[in-house]
């Protein structure tokens, strides 16, 4: 599932927010909202969170909300979104695998919540801000 998400975060990359991208396999030095969706991919509990720099968050509201300089709230909301589009279009692509997906909610992680140690991640490099995909067996 996990190869997936990662192309449903490219395609994100490419489609919605039309910035270039780098796949790169360092993790995050840089402080990162995190964002999480619980998934069952064929029966199989997971965890899959979308995490982003508040460079890349505050580009992506400026890009769907045309606000420059937004507040804590609305980058927070803008996080939720992008982890509920990229997630629903990991869900869509997934069918052409038969694989079988139900989505939950998007969950903002607070900044003093610890993040559970993911078993696979991927940091994305996109218009000098940075992306990372995780996912965590449950």
């Known amino acids: 599932m996990f190869p997936i998400i990662v ?3 490219t395609n994100f990359c490419t489609h919605q927010i039309r910035l270039p991208y780098t796949l790169t396999s360092c993790p995050p030095q840089k402080r990162t909202l995190f964002a999480y969706i619980d998934i069952e991919a064929n029966g199989s509990p997971h ?6 720099d508040s460079s890349l968050i505050q580009t ?3 890009i769907f909300l045309g606000e420059e300089a937004s507040d804590e709230e609305t980058l927070t ?3 939720l979104e992008t ?3 990229i997630i629903g279009s990991a869900k869509v692509l997934a069918e ?3 694989t079988s997906v139900s989505i939950a909610t998007p969950f903002f992680v607070s900044d003093d919540a610890p993040l559970d140690q993911p078993d696979t991640i991927q940091c ?3 218009n000098n801000g940075e992306m990372t995909i995780a996912l965590k067996r449950l």
């Open 7 to 9: 192309e449903a975060a």
């Open 47 to 52: 965890r899959a969170y979308v995490g982003c």
């Open 60 to 62: 992506i509201a400026e």
């Open 77 to 79: 909301d803008m996080l």
């Open 83 to 85: 982890t509920n589009m």
């Open 96 to 98: 052409a695998y038969e």
């Open 124 to 126: 994305i490099d996109i």
